[in-house]
């Protein structure tokens, strides 16, 4: 199916309110000295259906985007935004990303299917965690639907509980970063976008070596589990990464969920 943002762009989706919460969540990407310039290379690690891609390529001139989902479902809607919005600049690539090459078993939710992921006890682990996120983004929802604001919170169970019914198995391949530079010649990323619900540290091992010094600048969603924000930023440090921000989004201060932004 497809929608329309609120700027008037069109995206195909699975579903309608999650994109629009999607489009809400990338503009936040987009600030401590992270830009878009013509011709950069932009790597989509957790692209779902392509919202910050498009965004991307609405940015600047020229604007290169790997996008990387292993949901098939979501895959499909991803390739049908490249093909309307890319003009061959939106690759698209369906597999998950990770420290080595292979496969892993992914838990897809067909009603929230951004919180897909190789990872599922960072919320079965923790269930009032999941629903202080629903809580906080009824509070803390786009413009587009501040109708969400007037549901009682008390109501944030029952939606926790709709968004994870149905909820099933499905085994997508794996890649590395270092792969997809080696495969596709790639001598530099200008910025990695990494959304990818709990593989974070998986995504940067990945990333090989020799090829640090190719990456410009990340923002990436860090779960914080066993001092993962830490690691990230001490690694990113010794990788020359000087310059880092960390924040919360808003309404996600009880959470363990934070934006890294880092550049040389």
Known sequence: MKTTLSDGTEIHCIKKPEVRMLDHHVEGYLQHGIHIKDSDVVFDVGANVGVFGV???QKAENVRVFCFEPIPEIADALREN???????????????????????????????PALSTAHPEQWDNNPGAFKEAVKSTMKNPPESMRWMRWIPTAFSG????YLVKGRHEVTCKLTTISEIIKTYDINRIDLMKIDCEGAEWDTLTGIGDENWSKINSFV??????????????????????IRQ????????????????FALR
Request: net charge negative; no cysteine; aromatic share 6%.
């Open 55 to 57: 965004r991307a390529l």
């Open 82 to 112: 490249a093909a309307l919005h890319g003009q061959g600049r939106m690759t698209v690539l369906q597999e998950g990303v990770s420290s080595d090459i292979g496969e892993a078993r992914f838990t897809y939710f067909p009603n929230a």
């Open 158 to 161: 029952l939606l926790a509980g």
């Open 220 to 241: 990436i969603e860090v779960h914080d589990d066993n001092g993962r924000l830490e690691r990230v930023k001490n690694l990113l440090l010794e990788r020359g990464f």
């Open 245 to 260: 921000v960390v924040e919360q989004e808003e309404g996600l201060e009880n959470s363990k969920m934070y934006n890294l």
